[in-house]
């Protein structure tokens, strides 16, 4: 909208500069006072242009093209980029930045005798990449960015005009002009009466959520026990049921509603129950065996990369080259933060966070992961390798395989054939694991099974064997354990140069078992275990 006056520019009212002042707006004169007052009052921008600087019959509003420069009314030059929307003149000459700020070449001075009072909507997305870019921050942008409601603009602009007579003895010399091509449209929503009772959690009848509604500017209907409600267009942010039941119980009063605990069950039982149970449950698991969670950026540099950087997910716009690609692996950051604390003997890191794997034609896939770091002088791996076996028995797996690892010195983990992680050796001091959490999840479960109390005691052995280097102590105990139902446990005892003692639990449900009957079990054992690793029993 805009229209023409003639005006007489001076001081404004005690009462206005001081209501403008005290809101954090400086008074300047008369002219321009009203369009800051009318911004306070009624929440829409409004601009004044010199009438008798701009010289042209007409004003078009077009988006900027690249290159175009503009001074605005505080002095400085800027160069657009385009796209930004702008007022020209018939000469093409920039005269106003919309939604945004004034040019030098069309602002108001001390002795403007004609004005053009002008108001304008356009979209807030334009407004705002302007103001960012260009670094113009004004209160106009600051409100404009946000979307105004078109229907704001008839109260503004007579709310204006009255202004200019009483304090500039403003003269209307022209029609208004009013172009208002796409109108803006009420929204529309229907919920019924059950569902905000529901929601809620008190019974609220139709008749009072009208009321609340209508005392807001809502257009309501009831209809078979349904609300039918049309929005004003100063409530954009109002499109579904549940906005509106959200309205409805701020008015009713929050402090109203009843306190009552939400009664639900949860499912901690099975495979999977609940992820969010798992995370935690694992948190506290390391948090009780003295570990430090910590949390870092999930955008690495090319050298916290692990692998070719062709398999990364590089940022359009990054940063910083030390955030440039999403990380797939969370030990690179993990050993960049042990490396930052060197001053401490002891380290115990986790964290728990998602990785990203490249996707052809799709986002990228988040994978949840658990990585950790343990750092002291006499760490080794079979310490970290308990930790990840309690872990998963805490968790209710009972059977995960470590396999050495051909990469460097460590073992592949993994359950039911499937590739869980890995446990990974740097050097005498430094051990670090990595584990893929969606696979543990998948097997997660709070499962109990009960047995009770034998009855008849057990019997225990050592066996020791000589046994090669390349032999896996787990191969050895598996083989064990299969050569006997009556074999209840097999542990690692101790172990020194190429010999390993294995303590044995015999034990039977339904009898004593006598010398006999763990002979021939120890017969087995020393055969089976002779024959596929060449050992021999020391």
Do not use: W
Request: proline share 3%.
């Amino acid at each position: 909208m805009a229209q023409v006056l003639e005006v007489k520019i001076g001081y404004s009212p005690e009462k206005i500069r001081r209501r403008l002042e005290e809101s954090g707006i400086r008074s300047l004169n008369s002219v321009v006072d009203v369009t800051n007052y009318v911004m306070r009052e009624v929440g829409h921008p409004s601009h004044v242009f010199d009438f008798d600087l701009l010289s042209t019959r007409k004003m078009d509003i077009r988006q900027s093209r690249p290159g175009e420069t503009l001074t605005t009314l505080d002095g400085k030059k800027y160069r657009l980029t385009g796209g930004d929307i702008v007022a020209v003149d018939d000469n093409g000459e920039i005269i106003d930045l919309l939604g945004v700020m004034g040019t030098a070449n069309s602002v108001v001075q001390e002795n403007t005798k004609r004005i053009i009072f002008f108001l304008d909507n356009n979209n807030p997305k334009f407004i705002r990449r302007s103001s960012m870019s260009l670094g113009i921050r004004t209160e106009a942008a600051i409100i404009n960015e946000k979307g105004i409601d078109p229907e704001l603009m008839k109260d503004a602009f007579k709310r204006g005009i009255k202004l200019f007579e009483e304090i500039a003895e403003g003269k209307v010399i022209s029609d208004s002009i009013d172009i208002y091509p796409n109108k803006s449209k009420k929204g529309h929503v229907t919920v019924s009466e059950d569902k905000i009772s529901s929601v809620i959690g008190i019974d609220i009848n139709s008749e009072k959520s009208a009321d609340i509604l209508r005392k807001l500017g809502f257009e309501v209907k009831i209809k078979n026990g349904k609300l039918d409600t049309k929005v004003p267009t100063l409530r954009p942010d109002v499109t579904t049921e549940e906005d509106i039941i959200e309205e409805v119980a701020r008015i009713f009063g929050y402090h109203k509603l009843p306190s009552i605990i939400p009664s639900f069950l949860t499912n901690k039982t099975g495979t999977f129950a609940d992820r969010f149970y798992f995370e935690k449950k694992s948190k506290n698991f390391f948090k009780y065996l003295g570990f430090t969670e910590i949390y870092n950026y999930s955008l690495v540099s090319e050298d916290l990369f692990d692998g070719p950087v062709d398999r990364a997910i590089k940022l359009k716009n990054p940063l910083s080259e030390d955030m440039m690609y999403l990380r797939n692996s969370l030990v690179p950051s993990l050993l960049t933060s042990v490396d930052e604390n060197k001053g401490h003997d002891e380290i115990k890191i986790f964290e728990m966070s998602g990785v990203y794997e490249k996707r052809q034609g799709d986002l990228p896939k988040e994978i949840l992961m658990l990585a950790g770091v343990v750092k002291r002088h006499d760490v080794s791996f079979f310490e970290v390798k308990g930790i990840i076996e309690a872990l998963t028995l805490d968790l209710g797996i009972k059977k995960i395989n470590f396999n050495k690892r051909s990469k460097s010195p460590g073992s592949d983990i993994y359950i039911d054939g499937k590739f869980l992680g890995y446990i990974e050796v740097l050097d005498g001091e430094t051990i670090n694991f990595e584990l893929n959490f969606e696979e543990i999840l998948n097997y997660a479960n709070n499962k109990k099974t009960y047995k009770k109390l034998a009855k008849y005691p057990p019997i225990f052995e050592d066996i020791t064997f000589v046994l090669d280097t390349s032999v896996l102590t787990e191969d050895v105990i598996n083989e064990i354990l299969n050569k006997s139902f009556l074999i209840k446990n097999v542990t690692l005892k101790d172990r020194f140069s190429n010999s390993r003692t294995f303590h044995i639990t015999y034990q039977a449900e339904d009898r004593s078992l006598s010398s006999k009957d763990v002979f021939e079990i120890h017969k087995k054992i020393v055969d089976s275990i002779g024959e596929k690793f060449a050992a021999k029993v020391k």
